[in-house]
């Protein structure tokens, strides 16, 4: 057993009890952007917000953090973006919402500790969100909600509570509440102490922190300050919550059964300090992750004890077609990642030295000299790394395989040219291990598919293959929309008539339907077997 001296396991508990981890999950245009630079202009790291101003000119997924990385301190990769804030260390992983919803995005999640969910109070909960959520459920990650645009004509807080409820299927318990709302929107109120902070907007609107007044919700001032008919309606909510509002938990939250919810307003940066403040607080820290041993049996990796283990969640093409090579970003689950330090490589039972791993701000990398549980690292993959591969100091056990989502987009794809088969299989191998899309074949092997989580996919893929492998494909979309992994004897299986029934990568059965509608069908018809909606 390699020697973890206990002075490097006291720096790893000091540093893995500071990380903050996690991915904020929403739908485009919630506001995922916004809070994010907020975050940044109260961390202290940049001095004015609004500096990506350009973005919904971006192609590229990771564009969205592209405007900040001039700013100094800040060190962002392709996959995650670290910085401090009141002595906590920030990683946010970027799950790109916006044309780029893929595979990749979820598996993301994987790399969380916690997540953001951001609500538009006048849209609710849409449709990403629903399909994000879903994950970090079926993963048990907590998941903290902020209900933004407040300064806008929205929902009442209490029907957007009860639709988090109903539409998610996980409690929700209001931590403050919106004073006033839309163009009346002044502050939060904290259920707890009865603390207001009222807000108001400086000149140069959001992107200066706003000025804020503490008052308490009883006090005489609360009344000088708040317009009458606001204040009643503050008194009124809280009222009905405290009788049929749901009490927090930290446990709870903790094992993901209950969602704290926040207000704010994130364009005007009322009310969103309250809420990093409580985030950094209320969210965890490292999390143990869990893992397999060579007998099957389950082991809790403990963060601080174990030396460095760490698993790939990604990996990134490189964007220069001249150069092959990919970059793996990991994520450090135990001990301390130094650079150079040779580990083991669990699937290629070899050992690998760590000697380029870089964090990416734009163009340039920076070397990344110690890394912590929590941390996210990129290392240059000349085809060693693939998802999901565990790398460790000390061998013995491997992270759980990721994940993968069933596919809603399908087509059958060829090479024009059939002379360009080998680069065509080649190219389609380093996509489907990348995760940009899954292979498929039918029962009888005779014919090929490929399906992707988005659609978007596709897109990238014919464009790769083309700058990559220089091949011209032909993809035929399929009206399937959906899909399940089939549990059960496939034989016996009797599927919709417009089903059809095919073979994944690793030869489980993959049930295509055409509809939800005739999912459900296949599952009434078919009660000894199982529908996984993850494989
Ligand atoms: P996203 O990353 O989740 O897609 O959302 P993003 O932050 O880009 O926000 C989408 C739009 O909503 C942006 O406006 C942004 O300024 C606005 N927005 C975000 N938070 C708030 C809020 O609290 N109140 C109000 N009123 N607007 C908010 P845009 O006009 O589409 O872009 P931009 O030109 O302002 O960048």
Known sequence: ????????????????????????????????????????????????AGMVGSRKSS???????????????????????????KGAVINVLDTPGHQDFCEDTYRTLTAADSAIMVIDAAKGVETQTRKLFEVCRLRKIPVLTLINKMDLPGRPPLDL??????????????????VGSGQQFVGVVDRTSKQVSLFKKMAAGGAAKASRTEISLDSPEA???????????VHQDLELLE????????????????????FASALTNFGVENFFDAFVDMAPAATPRIADRPDGEEIVVDPINTPFSAYVFKLQANMNPRHRDSTAFLRVCSGRFERDMVVKHHRLKSEVRLSRPHSLVASERNTVDMAYPGDIIG?????QFAIGDTISMQDGFNYKPLPQFPAEVFARIHPTDVGKRKAFDQGMAQMAAEGTIQLMRSLDELEFFVTAVGRLQFDVLQFRLKNEYRVETRLEPLSFECSSWLVGDVNTFRPPSDAMVVKDQQDRPVVLFRSPWSKNFARERNPDHDLLEMG
Do not use: C
Not at 62 to 82: K, V
């Open 1 to 48: 057993m390699a020697s973890y001296d206990s002075q490097i396991q006291n720096d790893v508990r000091a540093q893995a009890k500071k990380r903050r981890t996690f991915a904020i999950i929403s739908h485009p245009d919630a506001g995922k952007t916004t809070v994010t630079e907020k975050l940044l202009l109260y961390s202290g790291m940049v001095r004015t």
């Open 243 to 262: 009788i049929a509002g749901n009490p927090f938990s930290e446990e709870q939250f903790l094992r993901g059964e209950v969602t704290p919810v926040f």
């Open 59 to 85: 192609t590229t997924a990771t564009s969205d953090w592209m405007g900040m990385e001039q700013e100094r301190g800040i060190s962002i990769t392709a996959s995650a973006m670290q910085f401090k804030y």
């Open 161 to 178: 509570m009860a639709e988090v409820e109903e539409v998610l299927g996980i409690h929700a318990s209001a931590m403050n509440w919106p």
């Open 223 to 233: 009344n000088s300050l708040i317009e009458e008919e606001i204040l009643a309606q």
């Open 379 to 383: 290392i240059i993959n000349p085809g």
